[in-house]
């Protein structure tokens, strides 16, 4: 094969991956924390099952909360209680497993 013709297959391939990622990284979803585990965060939300691994402890999480997920970059994500009256400030956390449509 060309080499040109393998470059330019690469550089689409990149773009596309790219378009991809940028499409499912921004966003919020609504659920409720279905289990946790010692570092995991479970969320059933409204697109999926969300696998979230906090960066820092959480003092309001339980099962059954209701919170919203807000992914901020692929790969991080800050996860709130949906009732506000609790004063609390968001949860940074990574993201294991977006369930919006797959990783």
């Known amino acids: 094969m060309n080499p040109r013709t393998i470059a330019i297959g690469a550089?689409?391939?990149?773009?596309?991956?790219?378009?991809?990622?940028?499409?499912?990284s921004a966003g919020?979803?609504?659920?409720?924390?279905?289990?946790?585990?010692?570092?995991?965060?479970?969320?059933?939300?409204e697109e999926g099952l969300h696998v979230l691994e906090p960066m820092e402890e959480c003092s309001w999480c339980a099962e059954g909360v209701e919170v919203a997920v807000t992914f901020l970059k692929y790969a991080r994500a800050t996860l709130k209680p949906v009732d506000e009256s609790r004063?609390?400030?968001?949860?940074?956390?990574?993201?294991?497993?977006d369930g919006r449509g797959g990783s």
Not at 13 to 20: P, S
């Open 11 to 24: 550089a689409l391939a990149a773009l596309i991956f790219c378009g991809n990622v940028a499409a499912r």
């Open 28 to 45: 919020t979803d609504r659920g409720v924390i279905e289990a946790l585990y010692e570092h995991e965060i479970h969320v059933q939300g």
């Open 87 to 97: 004063g609390v400030k968001p949860l940074k956390c990574w993201v294991l497993r």
